[in-house]
């Protein structure tokens, strides 16, 4: 069922937060206890925004429909739906981020000068959907999964407000927004500042244990941009086969901060 074994912890524990996250649905009225919740889950919720990255890239299961249901829970802690991050991150930044004109995930103002960090979050956050929509004007398979599934999660997000508006709003809505703009705000990091054309110096790395165990190790960045395709689990040793084309000062240790630019 699994492609890869490793990814059987990180689901479970997805699907337990997407079981406790309906149980307060169904359970729960106290619209404090709700906010209190709201407030507990940002991080964990964004932490899934790294798995559901690494699943975009790698697609979990053997079985399609399994990939789209866990999609669906995916949806709902991230704010990114089927094949969003296949458009405008696979198909699009991966392919394009040594250049700046046409980097999907572009760091740099069209003046050439760099965006600052709130400004880059509020670029990528806001135009995400219509970047990957455009991405999909070449890949009209993938893009006709990505409305499709965008539809039907935004059916059940309607469905799941009309039976109970104020806990669908803090539970599922308002965790899909942050985490959206969270995605957002954690890539900045990832390559601003480095303008070039060699992908060894494109990407800032971080090599610190616990992120990595927290992200999927995508710490590694540069690893993860030379073999895309490659299963999170194995990064690391990728990363050792490569870190000596690294400039040492691409390479990081730090638990929340990758770069300073």
């Known amino acids: 069922m699994f492609r890869f074994s490793a ?3 990180p689901v479970f524990l997805v699907l337990l937060l997407s079981t406790l996250d309906f149980t307060m649905y169904f359970m729960v009225d106290n619209i404090w206890l709700l ?9 964990p919720k964004g932490i899934i925004c790294a798995w559901n990255h690494h699943h975009q890239h790698t697609p979990t299961f053997f079985w399609k429909p399994l990939n789209r249901l866990l999609e669906f829970f995916y949806a709902l802690h991230t ?3 089927t094949n969003l991050w296949v458009l405008h991150h696979v198909l699009g930044h991966h392919r394009n981020f040594l250049d700046q004109s046409s980097d999907e995930s572009a760091w740099q103002r069209k003046n050439g000068k760099a965006m600052n960090e709130f400004e880059y979050t509020l670029s990528i956050a806001f135009t995400a959907y219509f970047r990957g929509f455009q991405v999909g004007r070449k890949f009209a398979r993938v893009q006709y999964d990505f409305v499709l599934y965008s539809l039907l999660t935004l059916s059940g997000l309607i469905l799941l407000s009309w039976f109970n508006f104020v806990p669908a709003m803090i539970l599922f809505i308002l965790p899909m927004i942050i985490s959206l703009f969270f995605t957002a705000w954690v890539t900045y990091d990832h390559h601003s500042g480095l303008e070039t054309g060699d992908q060894f110096l494109a990407s800032y790395n971080n090599i610190n244990r616990l ?3 927290l992200t999927g190790n995508l ?13 999170w689990s194995k990064l690391p040793e990728l990363h050792a086969k490569i870190k000596y084309q690294i400039p040492p000062d691409l390479i990081r240790n730090a638990v929340f901060v990758i770069a300073e630019t």
């Not at 906010?35 to 991080?43: D, E, H, N, R, S």
């Not at 710490?219 to 299963?231: E, K, P, R, S, V």
Request: neutral net charge; proline residues 0%; glycine residues 10%.
């Open 7 to 9: 990814d059987r912890f």
């Open 35 to 43: 906010l209190i919740y709201l407030l507990v889950m940002i991080i």
């Open 79 to 81: 704010g990114a739906t």
């Open 211 to 213: 992120f990595n165990i």
């Open 219 to 231: 710490g590694y960045h540069t690893a993860h941009h030379f073999n895309q395709g490659l299963h």
